[in-house]
């Protein structure tokens, strides 16, 4: 593994910033400000980023004591978190989603981790295995979030701003998150990915664990999952050409979305083919279940027997949408490959001809084009 790059020794809770994005007024709101402002010791400040002018948030923040910025308006959390950590005066720089609840002793651990290992460049945690929002489907979520980080490998190939910090030499020297993704997405792995590539350490320390509070609906969750996960991580993967295996992109995780487009299959063909549709569904609920037990005794474990019976099939539904937002990525790439390669034969056909009048024509397209980051013209 590539070494980190030695850094300034001497981190202490006031050399921590932390920058929180917020896009709207509500309890989880105030109750991740107030779970901030009860750390001790306390961060060297707090910046609330709002997403345009959105009514309350910045009058919570200020109340809260927190120094408020704000964007344009509609300009997604990348955008956000790279205004906030471009004003931020301390050496860490701690990212916290406005929806979570912090440990009180978050700011100290975290200036530790960064003070006992000089050569840490990020580091980040996990929600807890208590969420605070109710319902079936909230609770799935979140517990979904909480097995992969606890089960995935310090030495960690992406990173969370969930509740993840990065020193700010690092992360300016970066160019910070990835400003073509307008909304909650991949702009974090991304990030992370581009920074361990280029030799810096990331840490994933499964202590580090933060309440949420956010409501997920059956229809939310889907969109999430195709729209702004399994889409954009799809295309994120084909420009980088490489699969990474960590967190959701273990081989666990692939076998579980083959056993449930299996299962699927199998379920839609019963009641045209019975004993061909039973053939195929049996077996792919059987792997599904077989690939994921760890998980389905941390349920039991946490919510009991019954939870887990109505949890197998979201988390059936969840890699089924993986699986739909990676043909519709892998699609696209086809497509815009396919466009590329007749814009570089155009471009072949023209050179031939003469020189062009209004100069060369560009072949990249956004989502093959190197990741263009704030800061760059």
């Not at 200036?111 to 840490?120: E, G, K, S, T, V």
């Not at 949408?321 to 990525?329: H, K, N, T, V």
Request: charged share 20%.
């Amino acid at each position: 593994m590539t070494e980190g790059v030695l850094q300034d020794p001497c981190v202490s809770a006031a050399a921590v910033s932390v920058v929180i994005p917020a896009h709207r007024a509500d309890e989880g709101f105030r109750a991740c400000l107030a779970s901030v402002a009860a750390c001790r010791p306390p961060a060297g400040e707090v910046i609330v980023v709002v997403d345009g002018e959105v009514p309350g948030c910045t009058a919570l923040a200020a109340a809260a004591g927190a120094r408020v910025l704000a964007t344009n308006g509609g300009e997604g959390p990348a955008v956000a978190r790279n205004r906030g950590a471009r004003e931020a005066a301390g050496g860490v720089v701690l990212f916290l989603d406005a929806d979570v609840v912090v440990p009180a002793d978050l700011v100290g651990r975290v200036a530790a981790a960064f003070d006992q290992d000089p050569r840490l460049d990020g580091i980040f945690g996990s929600y807890d295995a208590a969420p605070a929002a109710p319902g079936v489907v909230s609770v799935f979520r979140n517990l979904l979030h909480h097995h992969v980080h606890q089960t995935s490998r310090p030495e960690a190939s992406s990173f969370w701003s969930g509740c993840g910090a990065l020193r700010t030499s690092v992360l300016g020297a970066s160019g910070g998150f990835d400003e073509r993704y307008g909304r909650p997405s991949v702009e974090d792995i991304e990030l992370g990915s581009r920074l361990v590539r280029a030799g810096r350490r990331i840490r994933l320390d499964r202590s580090l664990q933060v309440k949420h509070h956010k409501r997920w609906s059956l229809g939310g969750m889907v969109v999430t999952d195709v729209r702004d996960r399994a889409l954009p991580w799809t295309e994120l993967i084909l420009r980088e050409r490489r699969l990474p295996r960590d967190l959701n992109l273990r081989p666990g995780h692939r076998v579980s979305t083959a056993a449930a487009l299996t299962l699927v299959a199998g379920l839609a063909a019963i009641p045209f083919w019975p004993l061909p549709g039973l053939l195929l569904a049996v077996p792919g609920l059987l792997a599904l279940l077989a690939a994921n037990i760890p998980f389905y005794r941390r349920l039991v474990t946490l919510r009991g027997p019954a939870f887990l019976v109505a949890a197998i099939p979201l988390h059936g539904l969840h890699y089924l949408c993986g699986a739909l937002g990676f043909g519709a990525g892998l699609a696209r790439h086809a497509l815009t490959a396919g466009r590329s390669s007749v814009l570089r034969e155009a471009r072949h056909v023209a050179a031939s001809a003469g020189p062009a009048p209004f100069g060369d024509a560009r072949d990249e397209t956004p989502e093959l084009a190197p990741a263009r980051i704030a800061g760059e013209p």
